[in-house]
């Protein structure tokens, strides 16, 4: 594995309680207690304790699943960091600097991934710790926090672990770079638009990671006809890149026989490098470069086409015109070479214009308003009832979902 990122597909495994006898017992003296408590104290402490019975089952089955998964995968890791090893002590470093380069990174990685498998183990052993004492000091709160707080970690750990498996792409360990554009449709594509930039800042968030917005365009009657938000940290784009598409703000009549659309905004995703970009010469003839307003205490807005196959970007976030000049080459390099992956030739040579998808006519999910709250995935099929909970940044389970539609790749060397 080279790196590890954020999100995990799901482990079933049959979870076992630590121990059935206390959990039954504990649950009959609870509703015995319920029945007979008549004063508001003794509800509320009732009710607090049937609140550890689920913040204990949590902590159980994150801890059964790191049991199961964690030694076999320190197993697969070591087996990995050695074989890297004896690559190094076979191969002449000076005869190929690139090669050993990469081989060392490489190792470095493996070295990285064997010692947090390591420390996963002992966070699972720590809550597992904290629980049994939480029980034996007549089931104090406080121990039991910190028991699923050390969960919370090994389950971020495993969830990660478990995605980087998956995520196997070219660029898929790079960060990314998300631009959100609002329809024609008016002010509601414009609001929308803005509620998108946020459900994406706090997906973020949630994985102790930050976006960073670096241009936006408001409108002059609220919200946001476009925006670019940078995302520099692994794995972003292997996450992100499920997302491009068209995303629909969907309110329908009471009895379901009219659909209204009332906002409509696209989003696009292309890799933002964070080692070494690829090698891509475009010809200067090839180029169209145009400047812009100056936005700001930022440079001058540069647009640069790529005249074979009419891609355009843009960038005006940063502070000089030379600055947005490199930034949007960047991105347009970023752009040729994930189309150039898309149609299976060679980097940036013989795009076929035709072949370009449209983004505006691929839909990816619908958000569905009126009479029901909830969110359709159009790729994947999966359906959430919570459109409140995607829209505050809980989209894990749809980004999980399109990335468990890719094939894995062999995890050997």
Not at 10 to 29: E, H, M
Not at 86 to 113: C, F, G, H, P, R
Not at 263 to 289: E, K
Request: a neutral charge; one cysteine or more; proline letters at 2%.
């Amino acid at each position: 594995m080279a790196r590890i990122a954020a999100e995990s597909v799901a482990v079933s495994v049959q979870r076992a309680p630590f121990s059935s006898k206390w959990q039954g017992s504990r649950r009959s003296n609870l509703h015995t207690q319920v029945r007979a408590s008549q004063s508001m104290d003794d509800k509320n402490k009732v009710f607090k304790e049937l609140g550890l019975f689920a913040l204990r089952k949590k902590i159980e089955d994150v801890v059964l699943q790191a049991d199961m998964l964690a030694p076999a995968a320190l197993e697969l890791e070591e087996s990995r960091r050695i074989r890297q090893e004896e690559m190094i002590q076979k191969y002449n470093l000076w005869d190929d600097v690139t090669k050993s380069n990469e081989i060392l990174v490489k190792l470095a990685d493996s070295s990285k991934v064997v010692d947090a498998l390591k420390d996963l183990t002992y966070k699972a052993e720590e809550a597992k710790l904290i629980t049994q004492l939480a029980e034996m000091d007549a089931i104090n709160y406080g121990l039991f926090k910190q028991a699923y707080n050390a969960s919370i970690d090994v389950s971020k750990f495993l969830y990660r672990y478990e995605m980087s498996k998956l995520l196997r792409g070219q660029y898929d360990v790079d960060g990314a770079c998300l631009i959100i554009k609002a329809g024609s449709s008016g002010i509601y594509s414009e609001i929308w638009a803005e509620q998108l930039l946020s459900m994406y800042n706090k997906w973020a968030e949630k994985q102790s990671y930050q976006g960073r917005v670096v241009e936006k365009y408001a409108s002059k009657n609220g919200g946001i006809k476009s925006t670019t938000i940078e995302f520099e940290f692994e794995y972003a784009y292997g996450y992100l890149s499920g997302e491009r598409g068209v995303h629909h703000m969907i309110r329908s009549s009471d009895d379901d026989s009219l659909l209204h659309e009332t906002g409509l905004a696209v989003v696009d995703v292309i890799p933002l490098f964070l080692g070494t970009a690829p090698d891509l010469q475009i010809d200067d003839g090839d180029l169209r470069i145009s400047s812009g307003e100056k936005q700001g205490r930022t440079g001058q807005a540069v647009c640069v086409q790529h005249i074979p196959t009419g891609i355009s970007v843009q960038s005006s976030g940063e502070r000089s015109h030379f600055a947005n000049r490199m930034k949007a080459l960047n991105r347009l390099k970023a752009k040729l070479v994930v189309i150039a992956m898309e149609q299976g030739i060679p980097e940036g040579g013989g795009i076929k214009r035709e072949a370009i998808a449209d983004l505006w006519k691929q839909e990816t999910r619908r958000y569905v308003f009126h009479p029901n709250r909830l969110v359709q995935d159009v790729k994947t099929g999966i359906q959430l009832p919570d459109l409140n909970s995607v829209l505050d940044g809980n989209i894990e389970p749809l980004i999980g979902a399109n990335i468990s539609m890719r094939q894995p790749s062999d995890l050997t060397l």
